[in-house]
């Protein structure tokens, strides 16, 4: 069992940047893939980028792509999503997920465990 819990996000201007972080607790999360989903209002929860559970393999939507990055330390029981250039439809809640399976995954069926979320804002 994987509990995982966001922390980072706020309100931030257009152009600037926030880095997310996703602590894990229990003893399995170096064997997990992991990715972030985000939801804004009234839309249905969109997939943003995973990465396999040794932190490679990284692949990103293509609204963020260039713009967005996705780490791991396993050491630390830890993902990261650094976020840049953010634009005002970036604004969502961010949501870290987690998969018993060690691949990263772009599917949000595919994933086992979700943090509850942080919400990000993003001024114009």
């Known amino acids: 069992q994987v509990q995982l819990a966001e922390s980072g996000g706020g309100l931030v201007q257009a152009g600037g940047s926030l880095r997310l972080s996703c602590a894990a607790s229990g003893s399995t999360f170096y064997e997990n893939g992991m990715g972030w989903f985000r939801q804004a209002p009234g839309k249905d929860r969109e997939f943003v980028t995973t990465?396999?559970?040794?932190?490679?393999?990284?692949y990103y939507s293509d609204s963020v792509r260039g713009r967005f990055i996705i780490s791991r330390d396993n050491a630390k029981n830890t993902g990261y999503l650094e976020m840049n250039d953010l634009k005002p439809e970036d604004t969502a809640v961010y949501y870290c997920?987690?998969?018993?399976?060690?691949?990263?995954?772009?599917?949000?069926?595919?994933?086992?465990?979700w943090g509850t979320g942080t919400q990000v804002t993003v001024s114009s």
């Open positions: 997920a987690a998969r018993r399976g060690g691949a990263s995954a772009i599917l949000s069926t595919f994933y086992d465990y």
């Open positions: 990465i396999n559970a040794g932190g490679g393999t990284p």
